[in-house]
């Protein structure tokens, strides 16, 4: 069997046409692992500034509360003090109106003495 030129040519052109077309098949295929690629960059940056306006919203609300426990412990001290403040005063109205009890008895048994001395 010969061949001629034409029958090669056709042959080369079928072999060379699949092998193009595997060549395109790959190109395509790498151009969409490109583009995954570029997406997957894009979602994990898109990621890492998210990441990071948590971490510095989380570092504002540690120091907000930081400052309210500061506040919180600076009232439970002020409100100690005012308990204790009030127990003092309640502690000397009663001293000072037991005093006023006693001096009242006083001078009530001074009156009974002499009004029975007088009379």
């Known amino acids: 069997m010969e061949f001629s ?7 080369l052109n079928k072999l060379l046409g699949s092998e193009l077309n595997e060549i395109l098949r790959k190109m395509c295929y790498r151009n969409s692992l490109n583009a995954q690629i570029t997406q997957e960059r894009s979602r994990a940056e898109a990621e890492r500034t998210s990441h990071s306006a948590v971490q510095q919203q989380l570092s504002e609300l ?8 500061l506040e919180l412990k600076d009232a439970v001290a002020r ?3 005012e308990l204790s403040r009030r127990d003092a005063t309640i502690s000397n109205v009663c001293v000072n109106f037991c005093n006023l009890q006693y001096l009242f ?3 009530h ?3 009974v003495c002499t009004y029975f001395y007088y009379y």
């Open 5 to 11: 030129c034409l029958d090669c040519s056709v042959v």
């Open 62 to 69: 540690e120091k907000e509360k930081v400052l309210i426990d």
């Open 79 to 81: 409100h100690k003090t």
């Open 105 to 107: 008895l006083l001078l």
């Open 109 to 111: 048994c001074l009156f």
